[in-house]
Every structure is written in structure tokens, then in C-alpha cells.
């Protein structure tokens, strides 16, 4: 004789209202391993971002590009800051995690910054790999910001939401520098 589904999971000892509070809780869990990965991405991208930066515009020649990666060097400096104090507030803590992604971004940059063939082209090179540094980070503060949709982590998605615009601020910046060198 075949046993029902219902009649199995009956005989098991789970419900139909078990089995969702377990699915739910998984997504749950899921839902914060995701803002933890992102949240951790998040920072040590800027953190790494402005340790590039840093030895990178002393070495810059052009006054007006140097004056734009030091800005963007203190604005990622007080992004990662913010960031790590919100996630903190709400028991998050960051930590390492492998960024194949952001790893290759920063090596086109680091690539753009020691441009050897055709050296009046670092500038443009160097604004075109932070740019899409730039453009990824706005991606990963969007699905951030997807990942807190419950109430009791408004104040994390609000600040995400700000440090989102900083970030679009930081690309833009750069977008406008590279339309003054055209």
C-alpha cells in the first residue's frame, strides 16, 4: 500500500506548518549569509580600494586627476567606515572572503597605473578600470540593499541607500573628469 505525502510527513512528525517554518528560517539564514558576503565585499573593497589609491596619486603627475583620487581616497576611506560601523550596530561582522570578481578589478587598475606603453594614456586607463571598480560596487549596493528588506534592518538599508549615492558620486566624478580630458 503507498502512503500518502501528507501521510508520510504525518508519520514522520513534520507538518505542512513545520516544514514552513523550517523553509522559512533557511531562507532566512540565507538572506543573512548573502548581507554578511556582501556586506564583507563591500568593505574590504574600499579598504582596498584606498590603499591603491593612496600610493597611487603620489605618484600622479596631472594635478587634476591627482586631486580627484585623493577625494576618492577619503570618500572610500569614510564608506568602509560607515559601513562597518552599521553592520556592527545590527551584529554583523565582516570578514574575508574570496572576491575573484574584485580581485580582477583592482588588477586592471593596478595594470592601468603602471601603463608603460603609451604613458599620456595612464590617466584615461586609470579612470576607466576605477570607473568599473565603481560600477561594480553600485551593483553590490543594490543587491545589499535588496537583502534588507525587514523592518528591523530599515537603518542598515538607509544607510546602504546613502552609501550607494556616495559611490554613484565617486563614479560620476570620474566620468566628468574623463569628458574634460576629452
Given at each position: 500500500?503507498?502512503?500518502?505525502?501528507?501521510?508520510?510527513?504525518?508519520?514522520?512528525?513534520?507538518?505542512?506548518?513545520?516544514?514552513t517554518r523550517r523553509s522559512t528560517r533557511s531562507m532566512a539564514h540565507e538572506l543573512q549569509e548573502r548581507r554578511v558576503a556582501l556586506i564583507s565585499?563591500?568593505?574590504?573593497?574600499?579598504?582596498?580600494?584606498?590603499s591603491m589609491l593612496k600610493v597611487i596619486m603620489l605618484r600622479e603627475g596631472h594635478d587634476a586627476l591627482?586631486?580627484?583620487l585623493g577625494r576618492q581616497h577619503a570618500i572610500d576611506l569614510h564608506i568602509?567606515?560607515?559601513?562597518?560601523?552599521?553592520?556592527?550596530?545590527?551584529?554583523?561582522r565582516p570578514g574575508p572572503i574570496a572576491q575573484v570578481e574584485v580581485t580582477a578589478l583592482l588588477e586592471e587598475v593596478r595594470y592601468?597605473?603602471?601603463?608603460?606603453s603609451d604613458p599620456a594614456a595612464r590617466p584615461a586607463a586609470l579612470q576607466r578600470a576605477l570607473g568599473a571598480v565603481r560600477q561594480?560596487?553600485?551593483?553590490?549596493?543594490?543587491?545589499?540593499?535588496?537583502?534588507?528588506?525587514e523592518n528591523s534592518l530599515s537603518r542598515l538599508k538607509d544607510e546602504a541607500l546613502a552609501l550607494q549615492w556616495m559611490e554613484a558620486d565617486l563614479y560620476r566624478s570620474l566620468a566628468t573628469l574623463t569628458n574634460k580630458g576629452d
Open positions: 500500500m503507498t502512503m500518502s505525502r501528507r501521510e508520510a510527513n504525518e508519520k514522520a512528525g513534520t507538518s505542512l506548518a513545520e516544514r565585499e563591500l568593505v574590504s573593497l574600499h579598504q582596498r580600494v584606498a591627482r586631486s580627484a568602509a567606515e560607515r559601513l562597518l560601523n552599521e553592520a556592527r550596530s545590527h551584529g554583523i592601468a597605473d603602471h601603463h608603460r561594480h560596487a553600485i551593483r553590490c549596493w543594490s543587491q545589499l540593499m535588496d537583502a534588507t528588506n
